[in-house]
């Protein structure tokens, strides 16, 4: 059984910032993988934010590139979101998800059946 559970959410001031973690339990932790952010603003389609490989490759959504960092402490099995210089538009539920490929976000692919997601956090950036 995997767990994902997301913390580190709330609400900034545009030009702030938050960074979110998303602790792994369960059967992933013996094992590489693929995990990402992604974000979904109310009325809109849920979207990729950032992704890191099993090879520890990171990629991110061009919207965020140079404000926002995913990385991940492999020894304590976090995977974190340092989010900088937020803008309004950042207001979003945000969920990490493992077993789930940068590649299969951007082609728009489902989660596979082995995917595992994270209970979401609400972060919300005010002007």
């Known amino acids: 059984q995997v767990h994902l559970v997301e913390s580190g959410g709330g609400s900034v001031e545009a030009g702030g910032s938050l960074r979110l973690s998303c602790a792994v339990s369960?059967?992933?932790?013996?094992?590489?993988?693929?995990m990402v952010w992604l974000r979904q603003a109310r009325g809109k389609k849920r979207e990729g934010v950032a992704g890191?490989?099993?090879?520890?490759?990171?990629f991110y959504a061009d919207s965020v590139k140079g404000r926002f960092t995913i990385s991940k402490d492999k020894a304590k099995n976090i995977l974190y979101l340092e989010m900088n210089r937020l803008k309004p538009e950042d207001t979003a539920m945000y969920s990490c998800?493992?077993?789930?490929?940068?590649?299969?976000?951007?082609?728009?692919?489902?989660?596979?059946?082995?995917?595992?997601w994270g209970q979401g956090t609400q972060d919300t950036v005010s002007s």
């Open positions: 998800a493992a077993d789930f490929c940068w590649w299969a976000v951007v082609a728009g692919l489902p989660a596979g059946d082995t995917a595992s």
């Open positions: 890191l490989d099993s090879d520890g490759t990171t």
């Open positions: 369960g059967s992933y932790v013996a094992r590489n993988y693929c």
